[in-house]
């Protein structure tokens, strides 16, 4: 009789004792997503906590475990974005490390230490009573994985530990034994409207059984109250116990001056959003809580949560599956090159590369390959223009084309290209264009003298709607309309070309700000003092192909895309003077040349700043004149009269000039360099004579 006496005291000892339901995470993909993009973005490398808000309902018909929701939203400070739906919210601490290993080897102890400290000082402050959010607190350690998509998580909520335990003076009742329905529902809405003006409160009490005029619990007073009931707004939905964040209010309570003894209603709705019967009304024994620092440091219950096993340890959550793989895609493209900001070039402008509109002018070798390069760098928008379609040499060469491409006739170049290049990333705005670019040097047929101004026509439009050109063509007078073109609509140029081991990758000048007739720097043609003519006629079968080592292409084409990167990173852009060849802090990738020059027999490159040449046959501002005043007059000259453009830029006066030149053989000169400078011999070249005469 005295065993089974003193086991049924034990018994009811235990059950009076307060038990609590914890709080699961609920992490919603979004969170990973935000969290990706604070990690690129902002945190890069830096491991130092980072605010989060997370948020908990209440009640459930549906016996659900209480959870704690965290989603997009949870970065944001902004209470409406959390309260919209009635929720309570948590504050917490968000602990992302830079590698696996580190997030292996966290001071977990450290965690919830400085989590406890922080809540315990806001209560014993008053903090907590003006903020119910710190009543709340929770520490989410975290790994991302940015690569495969996976997630390494684990989440606490630690609370403070009374002296004691807290007692249940009388089992718990339903609310509704002492309440009726509809005082609880009216209990709810009052709550609804206070928490609309204050959406971070979340404790409440009324006095004298006054149900309907519940306010919220603010000041030291409101703890102490005699006679009070205290609502939680409890996320439990256990027929007999409270929910987690409970444990912390009892702390409040017990450090501003409760009674002993406390009241505590747990009002739950259900899936209407009324007041629901599973209410519960608790009467407790309220204990003591000691919140200096050295003892919550020591005391306090730590709160890591149980993995999908049910055991201590971290959760992973892999979401390359769930996500579509256009939006893998991009966000892998997105990751390479945001990574280059978190150590060597936290200045570079990702979004302007993003944004640049690229015509590409040539489907070919070089054409595929500055499509991919442009790609690497996270342009968008790349538009293909070609009048050629696919033959069999082509894809072992052109990068974006394959065998099946060649069959039957050949796909349209600019087309399949634009089909490939939308296959390896989805999330590219391409499109191919078939068009034939009037050449200079090439007979106009009066009979096609339409057809011809309307490609004419349809490119100007085509480099109105792009931001940079690309002149990737096979002979240099396909580059003569597009480089005028450019220059007069002033639209950023480049220009990629091959030799056998040799290749020019160049950026084309604008008109200066300071004289519309002076350009900033070169273009292809101001090298030149004979105007562009047919380069295809009476050539043998060698002569029309690009025949050229397989590496220059791409050593062109990545040459080619690498200026254009430096140029839109120069303060003055296309503007920037060819001078800035030297000058190692043009930009934030270094030095700006207007071309370089590669030679693969010598495995060099020449970095070289053109300047503009006055008397030049497309950049010239005689040629940009007619071309704006009378288009097609400038076009019917320069296709079919030889002569035209050198007549119009003053080339043919210049060769008049050197004819009547008098050479001598020998030469007297002054031992004073100045006087030497400039001085051509009988043997110079005449595009040196050009040059030296300018000097």
């Known amino acids: 009789q005295l065993f089974f006496r003193q086991s049924t005291d034990l018994a009811t000892k235990m059950a009076a004792v307060l ?77 992302n490390t830079n590698t696996l290993d580190s997030f292996k080897t966290c001071d ?55 002296e004691s335990d807290v007692q249940l003076v009388a089992p718990a009742s339903p609310a509704v034994a002492t309440y009726s329905q509809e005082q609880l529902q009216e209990l709810l809405e009052a709550i609804a409207t206070l928490r609309k003006a204050a959406p971070t409160q979340s404790w409440f009490s009324f006095r004298d059984a006054d149900i309907t005029r519940p306010k919220a619990v603010t000041t030291k007073e409101d703890c102490a109250a005699a006679n009070a009931t ?19 209010f009892l702390a409040l309570l017990s450090a501003h001056g409760a009674s002993k ?48 096993k049910g055991k201590l340890g971290p959760r992973v959550v892999n979401l390359q599956a769930s996500m579509d793989a256009a939006v893998l895609a991009e966000s892998a493209v997105d990751l390479n090159l945001k990574l280059m900001r978190w150590r060597l070039l936290p200045e570079i402008e990702l979004e302007k590369m993003a944004g640049t509109r690229c015509l590409l002018l040539g489907a070919g070798t070089l054409g595929c390959n500055v499509a991919r390069a442009l790609l690497g760098w996270g342009v968008r928008n790349i538009t293909f223009v070609d009048n050629g379609n696919v033959s069999f040499s082509n894809p072992v060469r052109q990068t974006l084309f394959q065998f099946e491409d060649c069959l039957h006739g050949g796909a349209p170049k600019a087309e399949t290209a634009a089909k490939r290049l939308k296959q390896i990333f989805p999330a590219v705005e391409t499109q191919g264009i078939k068009l034939s670019i009037p050449m200079a040097g090439h007979p106009l047929d009066k009979k096609r003298e339409a057809e011809v101004f309307g490609d004419a026509d349809k490119l100007q439009e085509l480099i109105r709607d792009h931001d940079a050109v690309f002149l990737l063509m096979d002979t240099r007078e396909a580059r003569w309309l597009p480089t005028v073109v450019c220059a007069a609509e002033d639209t950023m140029c480049f220009t990629a070309a091959l030799g056998f081991d040799t290749y020019v990758a160049m950026r084309h000048g604008l008109p200066t700000s300071e004289d519309p007739d002076v350009m900033s720097a070169g273009c292809y043609f101001c090298n030149d003092v004979k105007a562009p003519a047919n380069s295809t006629r ?3 079968l060698d002569q029309q192909c690009t025949v050229s080592r397989p590496g220059v292409s791409f050593m062109a084409s990545a040459s080619v895309v690498e200026l254009l990167t430096a140029v839109i990173h120069h303060p003055l852009g296309a503007r920037a003077p060819a001078t800035e060849v030297d ?37 010239s501002s ?65 595009h040196e004579a050009r040059v030296i005469s300018e000097v």
């Open 19 to 95: 038990k609590f339901t914890s709080l699961n995470s609920a992490i919603d993909p979004s969170f990973w997503h935000g969290l990706t993009e604070e990690k690129l973005e902002r945190l890069k490398l830096d491991e130092r906590p980072l605010d989060v808000v997370g948020n908990y309902t209440f009640g459930s018909s549906l016996n659900l475990p209480a959870r704690l929701s965290l989603g997009n939203e949870s970065f944001t400070s902004d209470t409406e974005a959390h309260t919209s739906s009635g929720n309570m919210l948590a504050s917490g601490m968000l602990l």
């Open 108 to 162: 977990l102890e450290g965690l919830s230490v400085t989590a406890i400290v922080q809540l315990a000082a806001s209560i014993v402050s008053g903090e907590a009573l003006l903020d119910h959010r710190k009543l709340l607190s929770f520490i989410l350690l975290s790994h991302a994985d940015l690569k495969k998509y996976k997630f390494y998580y684990w989440m606490a909520t630690p609370t403070l530990k009374p």
């Open 230 to 248: 205290f609502v939680m707004l409890d996320p439990s939905s256990s027929p007999e116990h409270p929910g987690w964040p409970l444990r912390n």
């Open 261 to 308: 003894q406390v009241k505590v209603l747990c009002l739950r709705r259900d899936q209407g959003n009324r007041a629901s019967e599973a209410s519960l009304l608790l009467t407790l024994s309220l204990s003591d809580f000691n919140l200096t620092e050295d003892h919550v440091k020591q005391h306090h219950i730590k709160a890591w949560e149980k993995n999908a």
């Open 538 to 540: 009476d050539r043998s």
């Open 583 to 619: 000058n190692m802090d043009a930009n934030v990738l270094g030095c700006l040349p207007q071309q370089l020059r590669g030679n693969l027999s010598r495995f060099d490159v020449n970095v070289i700043g053109g300047q503009g040449y006055s008397q030049c046959t497309a950049c």
């Open 622 to 686: 005689k040629v940009r004149q007619l071309y704006k005043e009378s288009r097609n007059e400038l076009l019917r000259g320069a296709m079919n009269e030889l002569s035209f453009l050198e007549d119009l830029t003053g080339l043919t006066a210049m060769y008049k000039e050197l004819e009547n030149f008098e050479f001598v053989d020998d030469w007297e000169l002054s031992d004073d360099d100045d006087d030497a400078a400039g001085v051509a011999t009988a043997a110079t070249p005449l």
